[in-house]
C-alpha cells in the first residue's frame, strides 16, 4: 500500500465522519462541497475531520483510487465509504444518513 493509500486509510478509520472535500467547511471551494457541508450540518454532526484535496494533489487523486469513486466531496462514516454529495443529499432527505451517522455514534 502506498503511503497515501495509507494515509487515507488511517484518517478514516481514526475519525468517526471524514470528508473529503475542496475547500474546507468555513470556505468550500466548490458548490458539491458546500452541499456536502450543509447536509452534514442539518444532520448534526458536532464531529466532523475534513480534508481539503486541494492542499495536497496525491490526496485528490489517491482518495478517487481509495474508493473507486471519481468525484469529490467523499464522505466515510466509520471508516465506510458512504458515497458523494448527490449520495448524500439523498440520504439525508430520505432520513437514512442521520440513522447511519446515530449507528456510528453508538458503536464509538
Known amino acids: 500500500m502506498s503511503d497515501v493509500q495509507q494515509q487515507i486509510k488511517d484518517q478514516v478509520t481514526q475519525h468517526a465522519v471524514v470528508l473529503y472535500m475542496k475547500?474546507?467547511?468555513?470556505?468550500?471551494?466548490?458548490?458539491?462541497?458546500?452541499?456536502?457541508?450543509?447536509?452534514?450540518?442539518?444532520?448534526?454532526?458536532?464531529?466532523?475531520?475534513?480534508?481539503?484535496?486541494?492542499?495536497?494533489?496525491?490526496?485528490?487523486?489517491?482518495?478517487?483510487?481509495?474508493?473507486?469513486?471519481?468525484?469529490?466531496?467523499?464522505?466515510?462514516?466509520?471508516?465506510?465509504f458512504v458515497g458523494g454529495s448527490d449520495i448524500m443529499r439523498e440520504m439525508f432527505e430520505s432520513g437514512e444518513l442521520k440513522k447511519v451517522l446515530e449507528a456510528t455514534k453508538q458503536q464509538a
Open 23 to 80: 475547500g474546507t467547511p468555513q470556505f468550500p471551494q466548490c458548490g458539491f462541497s458546500a452541499m456536502a457541508i450543509q447536509v452534514l450540518q442539518a444532520s448534526g454532526v458536532k464531529e466532523l475531520f475534513t480534508v481539503n484535496v486541494l492542499e495536497n494533489a496525491e490526496i485528490r487523486q489517491g482518495i478517487k483510487q481509495f474508493a473507486n469513486w471519481p468525484t469529490i466531496p467523499q464522505l466515510y462514516i466509520g471508516g465506510e
